[in-house]
């Protein structure tokens, strides 16, 4: 599969992008003209785009999108809106235009209420609500993905995916990516809305308990 992911120079979009790689798949590098390309997997394709002002063909040729961009936690709330929420709706009118097979989200938990969020974090939450949902009333299957606080960690290979999980502790990048991965291709998941953190089940099983 060819796969568009939004966000392929960030902390966890480079390590999806290098599980596709090693999957046999063919991403597709969306990033923006001052990007870190030094990230991502050599020869891996690069299409340069902006997300906040996205043209419809930055999906051609394309069978899924992932978005896990992000505007960063340096960035005001002017950025946020302009990324996480206006970006991630850009990107997926694009791809519903386009008639694109999947769309996967990289969302966060707390996204489904976001009223719950302290102060810190719920203008973000409020971003990531209005993109979830712009996505479930688009035309076009998706997979939402909800993980609790990101760590740098090395992987473990191991997740809980349920409707809702336990907010303690932290889930690595690395399993993130992974679970993303494996969103793209598993059939049975379309519509799928869930929340992610370290458990005792392999990403593979755990994706597919979902398809069951």
């Known amino acids: 599969m060819r796969i568009l992911v939004a966000g392929a120079t960030g902390n966890t979009g480079a390590r999806l992008v290098q599980k596709l790689t090693d999957a046999g798949h063919v991403p597709v590098a969306m990033a923006r003209e001052s990007a870190d390309t030094s990230v991502l997997p050599a020869g891996c394709e690069l299409r340069m785009a902006d997300l906040t002002d996205l043209k419809d063909d930055v ?49 966060s938990v707390g996204a489904d209420d976001p009223s719950q969020g302290s102060d810190g974090i719920r203008h973000y939450l ?68 869930f929340e992610m953190k370290e458990g005792d089940t392999s990403v593979v099983e ?4 979902l398809a069951a």
């Open 59 to 107: 999906v051609r040729d394309v069978d899924a999108v992932v978005f896990a961009a992000g505007s960063g936690a340096d960035t005001g709330k002017d950025m946020t809106d302009k990324v996480d929420r206006d970006g991630a709706i850009a990107l997926i009118d694009a791809a519903a235009k386009a008639k694109i097979g999947r769309f996967v989200m990289l969302s």
């Open 206 to 209: 755990a994706i597919a308990e």
């Open 126 to 193: 409020e971003a990531k609500h209005a993109a979830d949902a712009h996505l479930q009333k688009s035309d076009m299957p998706y997979v939402i993905v909800r993980p609790i606080s990101l760590s740098n960690e090395e992987g473990k290979g191991f997740v809980t995916l349920a409707d809702h999980v336990a907010r303690d502790g932290q889930v690595t990048r690395d399993d993130v990516a992974a679970v993303l991965s494996a969103s793209v291709w598993q059939a049975g998941i379309e519509g799928k809305v």
